[in-house]
């Protein structure tokens, strides 16, 4: 049987090659003809059984990083660990953190011993910690470490760490590190490390009254108890540690410890007795006022009590002029009166002047207001910008020994700058009296 001849092999021809044929025969070529038709192949739904290793491995992803996110610490977000270890020097840095604190752990590990470990609380200090930190290069940083190693040694062994500051520590360094350890030590053990500081004798007092404040932070009544007994062993320093401690017992608003304290501490004179009242009532002021002027007139009469209101007005008037000068209006009339409205509408001036000139123009005349309106009138601000403003203000001071000084200095002040415009006022102002007019001509040379 004859075969037919194998067919020849079939070929793609692009567009271009199809157009090129047309043009040679004059015929559309076939080109459907040469390209076979291959059958789609049979689609087959996919085997649950085959799909079943991905779908597993998926699940099993999945379920790790649930778990990963149900164990992980809270609040765990990008810097909040390098944030923990800002805030806490001991905390332990990882490996690989690039900061100072990271570097010099790294260091300290790199030596080897416990000082890496001691750095986190891992371990105590002790003596060969700092062998290790010996052995690493002088700096500014190695020497930072030192007095935070001495602090964290105080926790433990706080005569220890006081010890070794003092024997290897020079200067401000040293200073710094014993003021760390007293403070840590007097708020852990107050007892114990009172006892040790007057141990140092009278002439290290400055360490005492480092933990005398600490003390009176965290136990008021054991520091007055200490203060006191201080103040009888040691009358020429009693009065610097009272304050001391009245600076402690403040600290977190225990104003009436430190009342009691001020009226029971022994000390040599009345005198002082006046500086610690003062010292007491500036501090409160600051934080309670309506509290500390209630305190400060129950006080007796006398120049306790005086100074203590003057005290409390001007710490008062400091922080809030406007309410100081209305309370400091209500006071009886006397000398405490006078001194508050002094202060409140000095601060007040400086920073509201127009709120009060307002105010001072509507006072009530009185011999009070003196002194605050001769500080007003004499500003250097008021007399330079507004000096007819400040002559009006000192006619209206009752004292005629007070006006007229008062009326002198403005006018000086006034002549320096415009002589003419000056003496046109003293010559025409009406609200001024013949005797006053011929003192103020006289005090500038002109008749």
């Known amino acids: 049987m004859k075969l037919d001849p194998p067919a020849p092999p079939l070929r793609y021809r692009s567009p271009s090659q199809v157009t090129r044929t047309r043009s040679q025969t004059g015929q559309v070529p076939r080109q459907t003809s040469q390209v076979p038709v291959t059958p789609a192949p049979e689609t087959r739904r996919p085997s649950i059984l085959r799909a079943l290793p991905v779908v597993l491995a998926v699940a099993a992803l999945a379920a790790a990083f ?10 765990a977000a990008p810097g909040a660990a390098d944030a923990d270890r800002a805030i806490d020097p001991v905390a332990e840095v990882r490996p690989g953190d690039n900061t100072a604190a990271a570097r010099m752990a790294e260091r300290l590990r790199s030596l080897g011993g416990n000082t890496a470990n001691a750095r986190s609380g891992g371990t105590p200090l002790g003596p060969e910690a700092f062998e290790t930190l010996n052995r690493l290069p002088s700096s500014e940083q190695r020497e930072e470490e030192r007095v935070r190693m001495i602090a964290q040694w105080a926790a433990t062994a706080p005569e220890a760490a006081l010890d070794y500051a003092r024997q290897n520590l020079k200067g401000e360094r040293q200073s710094q590190a014993v003021g760390k350890v007293l403070t840590i030590w007097a708020k852990h053990t107050p007892a114990a490390a009172w006892q040790w500081a ?13 933990v005398m404040e600490e003390i009176a932070r965290n136990a008021p009544l054991v520091a007055a108890r200490y203060a006191s007994e201080f103040a009888r062993q040691e009358p020429q320093e009693a009065r610097a540690m009272a304050q001391v401690a009245i600076r402690g017992m403040t600290y977190d608003g225990n104003f009436d410890a430190a009342r009691q304290f001020v009226a029971s501490v022994p000390l040599s004179s009345p005198e002082e007795q006046v500086t610690l009242v003062s010292s007491l009532a500036e501090q409160w002021a600051r934080h309670d006022p309506e509290q500390a002027m209630a305190w400060g007139r129950a006080l007796p009469e006398g120049p ?6 003057a005290s409390l007005g001007d710490a ?17 009339s006397g000398q405490p009166r006078q001194m508050a409205l002094q202060q409140a509408v000095n601060h007040w001036n400086l920073s509201d002047p127009t709120a009060v000139n307002e105010w001072m123009s509507h ?24 000096a007819e403003q400040s002559l009006g203000w000192a006619t209206a001071i009752a004292d005629p020994s007070l006006r007229l000084s008062t009326m002198r200095d403005v ?7 415009d002589r003419a415009a000056a003496l046109s006022y003293v010559q025409t102002a009406p609200r001024l009296s013949a005797d006053m007019r011929s003192a103020l001509l006289a005090h500038l040379g002109a008749r």
């Open 66 to 75: 649930l778990a990963g996110r149900a164990t992980a610490p809270r609040g």
């Open 198 to 210: 007057r141990k140092q004798g009278a002439g290290d007092v400055r360490h005492a009254q480092l």
């Open 304 to 309: 306790a009590r005086n100074q203590a209101l």
């Open 316 to 332: 008062w008037a400091e922080a809030d002029p406007a309410r100081a000068a209305t309370f400091a209006d209500q006071l009886p």
């Open 363 to 386: 006072a009530p005349a009185s011999p009070d207001f003196d002194q605050a309106v001769a500080a007003l009138a004499t500003q250097p601000g008021m007399m330079q910008q507004h």
């Open 411 to 417: 006018v000086s002040d006034w002549a320096v700058r």
